[in-house]
């Protein structure tokens, strides 16, 4: 269970848990997520000819790339807006999902898959609803190039000024911009994260494969990222592509995901997989194993404070 075997922290405590852990391993592994989204949304505006060398070229080429022409900065270009989304999109993904698959399996000790993954869509909804503001501004920052020398080529002065800007240019709509595709989007990166995990340290535990301890955690956490990014890399491109795009350019996330197939081929949609699979996967572990240790940390914490009055 995502929750612990041995004990059982309040729902609090899991809300601040995996708050806390969704910001720990955006840390580290953010510059893989904006070489992820320079990737998908490269060839967008000038789509690329047969011949053209691209700007960009693999995972680590694009990080090399970005360091080289932006400075290392370039690689946490939109870290702060990041570190936003994640307290408000962890905790309610994560935190709240045992609390909701209890909800639905009315107190079960085993619910079954359809059940998580009911508890999934619905954590990942309510995930979304908050924090695509968020996430709107990360993407922003993610996706434009900022020169060494002078900066001329950014367009927002810092994360403030964004949601700022983002609200006077486009309105609250364009705060909330591509928040239908981020909700599918976020709907299957939940159900494969959080219910993926779920199931496989249960089966873990159940087997006595391992005991309930970090290589436990780092175990169910890599199967969990491989499966969220082979299921959601084609919404979350569509999703990247919609929300960097200039007001009107796209009809819809309908009408993008038409344009990419169109101008540029099926493989459109998984431009930028294996930054994806490595951000999701590291991400994953880096998330998982941290939300078992700070939750275990806080409980302890809470219980002993509680005793003291």
């Not at 909804?125 to 968020?134: D, S, W």
């Not at 364009?174 to 239908?180: D, I, T």
Request: proline letters at 4%.
């Amino acid at each position: 269970v995502v929750g612990s075997s041995d004990f059982n922290p309040s729902v609090p405590v899991k809300i601040f848990s995996a708050g806390a852990a969704g910001c720990v391993s955006d840390l580290v592994t953010f510059p893989l997520d904006t070489a992820k989204v320079r990737l998908q949304i490269q060839g967008e505006s000038e789509p690329l000819v047969r011949g053209q060398r691209a700007t960009y070229r693999g995972v680590f080429g694009t990080m090399f790339t970005i360091v080289r022409t932006e400075g290392a900065r370039g690689l946490y270009n939109g870290l702060l807006a990041g570190l936003h989304r994640q307290m408000s999109f962890a905790s309610v993904r994560v935190g709240l999902y045992d609390a909701t698959k209890q909800f639905y399996g009315r107190g079960s000790e085993s619910p079954s898959i359809a059940t998580r993954l009911a508890a999934g869509c619905t954590t990942g909804a309510m995930a979304v609803a908050v924090a695509q503001p968020t996430d709107v501004v990360k993407v922003r920052f993610q996706a434009q190039v900022r020169l060494l020398r002078g900066g001329a080529a950014t367009r927002y002065g810092g994360t403030l000024d964004a949601y700022r800007t983002i609200a006077r240019d486009e309105g609250l709509r364009g705060l909330w911009k591509g928040c239908l595709p981020n909700i599918a989007r976020n709907a299957i990166v939940n159900c494969c994260e959080t219910v993926t995990y779920d199931v496989i340290k249960e089966r873990i535990l159940q087997y006595e494969l391992m005991a309930d301890n970090m290589p436990c955690h780092f175990t169910a956490a890599f199967g969990a990222g491989f499966c969220a990014a082979v299921a959601a890399s084609p919404v979350d491109v569509i999703k990247t592509r919609y929300m960097n795009s200039a007001p009107g350019q796209y009809g819809g996330a309908i009408h993008c995901a038409f344009t990419m197939l169109l101008k540029e081929g099926p493989a459109a949609f998984y431009k930028g997989f294996m930054a994806s699979f490595l951000r999701l996967g590291s991400w994953n572990i880096v998330m998982f194993m941290s939300y078992e240790q700070i939750k275990r940390g806080a409980a302890r914490l809470h219980k002993s404070v509680q005793s003291s009055f």
